[in-house]
């Protein structure tokens, strides 16, 4: 029996680029571009009844941003993977698009092999974090929610400050790879509610108050 594909859908407005991305998901085993947009509500939209395994977000679209619109699909389908594509590795909007739901990113320049790679960690339940990143959720969590963090997220994410890989975090901490992918996805979700304004917009949203 073949295997499964992992269903992908490009949300990017620059066209060259939008299909560059779907020639090389959509030539590659195992993956399939199921959809490309030029804009975030249109796959907001669209995503309601055509709803991929993984998509791929630009930060910088025209009319709603990509923050914005991971954060709407999010929302409206929370199964929904989300990593962020960007021109410019800027920690701040890279760390905003975690806070909104997204479970990774990569810069426009990521090798098509590096690209393909991501794809199947946060289909597989892991979330990429760069040793820059891995500083700013330290920041946010000390400054309000600390205490939300469990003992080895604390060390998972202390172990990352500190430059190292998944291998080398999982080998000091006893641990395997992909506890320490789980760690860091757990991470990621206590992010979405970092605020509390977030957190009531999201109770009210979906009629628990």
């Known amino acids: 029996m073949r295997p499964e594909k992992i269903h992908i859908s490009i949300v990017e407005d620059d066209q060259e680029i939008r299909e560059n991305l779907s020639y090389i998901i959509d030539r590659s085993p195992g993956f399939d571009c199921l959809a490309t947009y030029d804009c975030a509500e249109k796959a907001i939209e669209e995503m309601r009844y055509d709803t991929p395994d993984v998509v791929l977000m630009d930060i910088s679209l025209p009319g709603m941003s990509g923050i914005e619109g991971v954060r709407q699909l999010k929302a409206q389908t929370p199964s929904v993977e989300v990593i962020m594509l960007t021109v410019?590795?800027?920690?701040?909007?890279?760390?905003?698009?975690?806070?909104?739901?997204?479970?990774?990113?990569?810069?426009?320049?990521?090798?098509?092999?590096?690209?393909?790679?991501?794809?199947?960690?946060?289909?597989?339940?892991?979330?990429?974090?760069?040793?820059?990143?891995?500083?700013?959720?330290?920041?946010?969590?000390?400054?309000?929610?600390?205490?939300?963090?469990?003992?080895?997220?604390?060390?998972?994410?202390?172990?990352?400050?500190?430059?190292?890989?998944?291998?080398?975090?999982a080998d000091v901490l006893f641990i395997s790879q992909d506890t320490v992918r789980s760690h860091i996805k757990s991470i990621y979700k206590k992010l979405t509610v970092n605020s509390k304004s977030e957190a009531v917009a999201k109770a009210l949203r979906n009629n628990w108050v």
């Open 88 to 169: 410019h590795q800027d920690n701040q909007l890279v760390f905003d698009s975690l806070c909104a739901g997204a479970c990774g990113y990569l810069t426009k320049h990521t090798s098509p092999q590096r690209i393909l790679d991501a794809i199947q960690e946060v289909h597989a339940g892991g979330a990429p974090m760069s040793t820059d990143i891995a500083r700013m959720v330290v920041g946010s969590f000390q400054r309000k929610h600390r205490h939300d963090l469990t003992r080895r997220e604390k060390e998972v994410l202390e172990q990352l400050c500190q430059g190292k890989s998944y291998k080398m975090i």
